[in-house]
């Protein structure tokens, strides 16, 4: 099972593209995101609906997404040809690694025209008529063209940071939807495009055992790394495997992660039972002490593979902005365990006892 990913600014034609695209590949079929925004504004309160910008900013909406895109390949097989732009990476993780743990390979690609052929794409572009933002008021069309024009700066940002590395990108600006199609059928069989370079994590089917490590360094701030599958930084540290050992399995998952090898089993500072928050199925958390690495040892921090974008060494208070809520909650509380020497028992991230 595979799906074709165009991305691109607003008004570059990607919907087109698409629908021509699915002519040229065999059993290939059509899914447009936009079907899942239009069906939250029945599905959601207004007010919650008036909280964000751009349906992408909801989970559910991204969880959708994925659950939609496997559910469309089970039943039928094949390609999914999807055309959405993605702008912000952290949702391109979310959603292409969701699909990776239900292993379908994704293509990424990207229709990049100059932008002053985009502008005047956008320029002409009309609102269809069963979009969620062009009602029968004639202003339907003017808010949609705002919207594409609004955009391209984001689109801009995320050329220069992340996109064009990531994207297999297409020069639209002298060709037509066709033609458009036609190179990307090509590039697709040709292997040009690869699948994305993604871990591939199986989702949960029960509650699981995970264990973090943390590490620091001389100033004791603490060893941080960015997932590319999951949104939010992280600890390093994974699932503990059937028969493992959590301590076992922490100092492992560090020396895949980062290529550091512990030499002494770390000493526990944490456990932490995570209530089921559907899809998740929660479980135990444990974080162990990792212990300070050596000045020479901290800069040498590999990240082998796929599976993390980057790490940094971070204050506690530069942590509670960079890590989700539980686990800020985690670290703290791991924190005051290493400094009383003493572990400490929490659910859902509240010392017990």
Known sequence: MTVVWINGAFGAG?????RELIELIPNSALFDPEVIGGA???????????????????????????????????????????PMTLLRQEYRDEIFGGLAARRIAVHHLLLAPAETILRERIAGREAPPDAPDAPDAPDGEIRTRQWSYDHIEPYRAALASWLT?????????????????????EAVGSGAVPACDIVQTPEPTAETLAAGVLLFDEQDRVLLVDPTYKPGWEFPGGVVERGEAPARAGMREVAEETGIRLQEVPRLLVVDWERPAPPGFGGLRL??????LEPGEASRVLLPGPELRAWRFATEEEAAGMLPPVRYERLRWALRARERGSALYLEAGVPVG
């Open 165 to 185: 590395a990531d994207a297999h990108p297409v020069d639209t600006s002298d060709l037509t939807p066709y033609e458009t199609a036609v190179r990307i059928a």
């Open 40 to 82: 939250l504004t029945h599905l959601l309160p207004p007010k919650h609906l008036a909280e964000v910008g751009d349906f992408q900013d909801l989970p559910i909406w991204r969880r959708l997404v994925v659950d939609t895109a496997a559910a469309m390949l089970a039943e039928l097989g094949g390609t999914l040809v999807v």
């Open 14 to 18: 990607k919907t087109t593209t698409a």
């Open 287 to 292: 974080l162990f002490d990792g212990g300070r």
